[in-house]
């Protein structure tokens, strides 16, 4: 639709151009990241649950972390990622990472795990290992609740899962005390809880972009998942739970600040808009 | 030269590229958008082999001597006689056989996904030694509100007109406010997600790239 040419200060307020929103919103970004102005960062109760979970599994179980997502939406699951890799780690649980789809988020979250174990005694293999890609959904899951190694195979390094020492006595999905699901793909949640989380009781909690979030709300309250982190938000607040405070919180404090100015520049705009249309009903015979 | 260095400058240029698009439509931001379809799609391949296939199909089949696995491309294979016209019932018989996994799993699937949220939509309204007044009275009849003049807006066999019409009416006048706030929330969590991505980038380029050079 064309846009007529504003012709009073409140029908402007309605058509700023976009351009500088976009340099508003980036001057914001830019400001709070190098002169941050820290604002508090409250733990949610669906935060809370992920964290309770992990150190509830009990310790002659591993934990899985799936994580199916990829760089286009790693700002907000690598810091979700690493936040439950902290937390792992921190209540000295095992688990083991691995990824139906995309295949990169397998080595991407290989990445923040090695970079998190520096700040633990914790060794590959014993503490912690990677499964892989695994192609096949659904299939792959059915195959996991019967028979993890066979359905494994190989590790990320292409070393059979049977080899590593964590591996030892984990033969079925009733040795996974939590699976942790980490992703920016809708349509995972589901198979999980369909086939992993309903049939056999194991614990599941997510982490999602704040996109999907609002889908999955009605999972958390029927108690089919222990807890679930909502975008950078959950990242931060998990930060915040583990005391590693770190990508996520720089996130979201600078989040915070760009809120503000969407909120301002919303009340901006409706009041352009009510003013105009007020003026205009003044000028009506 | 740290081959880091290279990457970090490929990363910062890619970045810088794609937020072209900004200004306007550009040749340079469609190039670093096919750059990174192309990747992902490379890296798809490399990894369904390196991890998947390689392991599970070609050791056992060439190493292991495994001889029937042979038949597994074969199956596969049929999915192109689509394209024949004579031979494209070969197609639909590979395809049917899909079709029923794939319905089978979802309807394996249903039940574990929807049952608990349906027993979960019966709460109770009454407080009582477990479940306080205000978690009665805030969550619960909340809940239970919406449900049900949401699911009034979705009950289109009765017309809204006459006694029971007018009230059907006037709950599915509320349920679709509710339905309008819950797409706000939903439209929020968009922008927030949104924002998250591009901050994820500015902190890139300030922290790492030029970071690197003005710690």
Redesign the interface.
């Known amino acids: 639709m064309q846009q007529t040419a504003p012709t009073s200060f409140w029908q402007r307020l309605q058509q700023i151009p976009r351009?500088y929103i976009?340099l508003l919103?980036?001057g914001v970004?830019?400001w709070q990241?190098?002169f941050p102005i820290q604002l508090p960062i409250l733990p949610s109760a669906a935060t809370q649950g992920v964290h309770d979970a992990i150190r509830a599994v009990p310790d002659d179980k591993i934990i899985i972390i799936t994580t199916d997502w990829?760089?286009?939406?790693?700002?907000?699951t690598?810091p979700q990622t690493q936040a439950v890799i902290h937390a792992c780690f921190q209540a000295r649980k095992r688990f083991a990472i691995m990824n139906l789809q995309?295949?990169?988020g397998?080595k991407l979250a290989h990445d923040l795990a090695e970079e998190a174990a520096q700040d633990y005694d914790v060794s590959y293999g014993v503490d912690w290992c990677n499964w892989?890609?695994?192609?096949?959904y659904?299939n792959v899951l059915?195959a996991l609740g019967k028979d993890i190694p066979t359905t494994i195979?190989?590790d990320?390094y292409?070393n059979p899962v049977t080899d590593l020492p964590m591996m030892q006595g984990v033969e079925d999905i009733e040795d996974v005390g939590l699976v942790v699901e980490v992703t920016g793909l809708s349509g995972m949640t589901?198979?999980w809880?369909?086939?992993i989380?309903?049939?056999y009781r194991t614990p599941f909690a997510s982490a999602y972009?704040?996109?999907m979030?609002?889908l999955y709300y009605?999972?958390l309250?029927?108690?089919?998942m222990q807890g679930m982190l909502?975008?950078?938000?959950g990242a931060a607040e998990m930060e915040v739970l583990t005391d590693k405070p770190g990508?996520a919180t720089?996130?979201m404090n600078?989040?915070s600040w760009?809120?503000v100015l969407?909120i301002l520049l919303i009340i901006v705009g409706n009041l352009g808009y009510l003013m105009a249309r007020g003026r205009a009903g003044e000028r009506a015979p | 030269m740290n081959p880091e260095i290279y990457v970090l400058w490929a990363a910062a240029i890619a970045t810088l590229g794609v937020y072209t698009i900004l200004y306007r439509e550009n040749p340079i931001s469609r190039l670093f958008e096919h750059i990174f379809v192309g990747l992902s799609a490379g890296y798809l391949l490399v990894a369904t082999w390196a991890l998947n296939l390689e392991g599970k199909w070609w050791t056992p089949m060439v190493a292991e001597r495994r001889w029937y696995w042979i038949f597994a491309p074969v199956v596969g294979g049929l999915f192109y006689f689509i394209y024949s016209r004579r031979l494209g019932w070969l197609a639909r018989l590979v395809m049917g056989l899909f079709f029923g996994t794939a319905a089978g799993t979802l309807f394996r699937e249903f039940f574990p996904i929807y049952a608990p949220q349906i027993y979960a939509c019966f709460k109770p309204l009454r407080a009582d030694a477990q479940i306080g007044w205000f978690d009665v009275a805030v969550h619960h009849w909340v809940f239970v509100v919406i449900l049900i003049t949401v699911l009034s807006y979705f009950f289109f066999s009765v017309p809204h007109e006459g006694r029971f019409g007018r009230h059907l009416g006037r709950s599915a006048l509320l349920g679709r406010w509710f339905l309008m706030i819950a797409f706000g929330a939903m439209f929020g969590n968009t922008v927030m997600a949104r924002i998250s991505l591009f901050i994820g980038r500015v902190e890139f380029l300030l922290t790492d790239w030029i970071g690197h050079y003005f710690p």
């Open positions: 351009y976009y919103l980036a970004v830019v990241l190098i990829d760089a286009s939406t790693q700002a907000e690598g995309p295949p990169m397998v892989g890609y695994k192609y096949g659904e059915m195979g190989d990320f292409g589901e198979m809880i369909g086939l989380q309903g049939p972009t704040a996109v979030a609002p009605p999972y309250d029927s108690g089919q909502v975008g950078a938000k990508r720089r996130i600078v989040q760009a809120h969407i």
